[in-house]
């Protein structure tokens, strides 16, 4: 329900943004609707930063799988040996 209704709400804001405007953009001239050109800008914003997020979310992961596979083969340490409580008796 909440999706739906954002989606209105982009719809709105899309129609009644509709003055054309000129937008240039690495040599691509065009002439769109304001509301859309904002609604691309901000799609391209959000990609801008998720793309290098997960990205160095997917790192962070496979490095994360290549230390634990280094740990179930080999201890980092010597075991420790804890000597045992003194008995009262």
Do not use: Y
């Amino acid at each position: 329900m909440t999706f739906v209704l954002l989606l209105l709400l982009l719809l709105i804001f899309v129609l009644q943004n509709g003055q054309r405007v000129d937008v240039s953009f690495l040599g691509a001239d065009g002439n769109v609707p304001l509301g859309v050109a904002l609604l691309l800008a901000a799609v391209f914003g959000a990609l801008l930063v998720a793309l290098p997020g997960t990205v160095r979310i997917v790192q962070l992961r496979l490095l994360g799988r290549r230390r634990g596979s280094l740990l179930t083969t080999r201890p980092l340490t010597a075991p420790v040996s804890v000597p045992d409580a003194p008995r009262n008796g």
